[in-house]
């Protein structure tokens, strides 16, 4: 019982320790960036540009759905309607943009980034990288969490205009809210800080996500099974993280 | 010449090893025998430095490579070629490019003289036209071969083959074994052989050491293997059902 309940207790924080552990020793392989740069690209591809279509789809109809029940909950001779526009572009750009790109990257990105390290790890290849002489946090996971750091922003970005265009096009397709009151709203409460607030999240949360994920495929162990231990873990542990740095991001900075 | 002195290590209070030392001479094969989880591939990866040991050392060369950094550490690595026993290929990567990917990240080769090493060592395991096949494609006796090529890509000075016909019928073991020969002999390296096959041994090596439950029961070499009254390494080499000298 005393057992269980040490190991309950510690296991956090020795995870902690292995994680920073491996931060470390990634941002020490930094400098070697000459044996990885092709693999940063190739990673760059495969998270920023092959998550877009998703991305664009999720952006577009939470900023569709945002238009709707705003002017569902608003809906009021007093109100103007271009107070959606104030609502819907700022929801998109402060949260919405940033956290459903988030949950799409967990899932979509986390989870592949560690399926493919843990079977690295579990059919001996990474050791064969370690073996051959090369420094495999290197050259697996530098190149993935700089990749995510960087793809990160764009993907914000673009849902960012997506969402917003989508809350326009479903606003004034639906009769709720014309394009002109919509960026009337818009412009009339943007503040200038919003999408700088909004990038900064966005690079914290593709380092969440990768280093994460990373990090649990790196250290599979247990075959197949521990393979899909690993995945389900990037997956979770990525969504939570991601949702107490938005929460310690927006007491901290807004 | 490799050196290894008095190593022990345990994995969550279980000891693996309990002071092993061996030593591996230039030029010579050694084939490291035993049962399954008698601790030869953690002695393995021991010699290579994938594991620290809780105490002993390795040397390689005379340098102890429990005592270096990790960038001196990795330039020993180069010296050595390793076959795993799942072969470890990179799945994402074809045949070719598995084996080019050694050249391409340590030497400054041109893209045309990196085809023609690789061409060469696919040549040497026999398996001249497979270069555009992913791993998947191919069966695990070829892909252990590929794995090889890879290995020997960059003519290392020591070969380790964890359990090299392991899985595999006894024709592609026959093949295999041919292979770790004849590399032996062209390249001239030292091999270290991990295996429990003992047909394989007696094809292959000129010295076996036996590990048994984390110590090292015997060395000696083949003819001294044949005449060993050793209870344990007698009771094994019968248990592969091979009649020494027979």
Redesign the interface.
Known sequence: MIAVTKKLLLNPFQALGRYSQLLFKAFGAVPEFGTYKKNLWEQMVRIGVDSMPIVMLAAAFSGAVTTVQTSYQLVSPLIPRSIIGSIVVPSMVLELGAVVTGFILAGRVGARIAAELGTMRVTEQIDALEAMGLNSIGYLIVPRVIAGIVMFPILYIAACFVGIGGGMLVGHMGGFVPMGEFVDGAREFFQPFDPIFGIIKSLVFGFIITSISCFMGYYTKGGAEGVGRATTQAAVASCVFLLIADLILAATLL | MISVTNICKSFHGKEVLKGVSLDILEGETLAIIGRSGSGKSVLM?HI?G?LQPDSGTVTVDGININNVS?AEL?????H?G?L???G????SMNAFDNVA??LR??TSMSEKEVSNVVKNCLDMVELPDVGKKLPSELSGGMQKRVALARAVA?RPRYV?YDEPTSGLDPETSNTIDELIQSLADQLNVTSIVITHDMHSVLNVADKAAFVHEGRMQWTGTIPELHASEDRILKRFVKANEYLIGV
Do not use: E
Not at chain 2, 74 to 78: A, E, G, H, K, T
């Open positions: 990866k290579i994938l990790y990795r330039s020993i690595r180069q050595f390793v795993f026993q799942g470890a290929l990179f799945d990917f050694p990240t340590f960059l380790l």
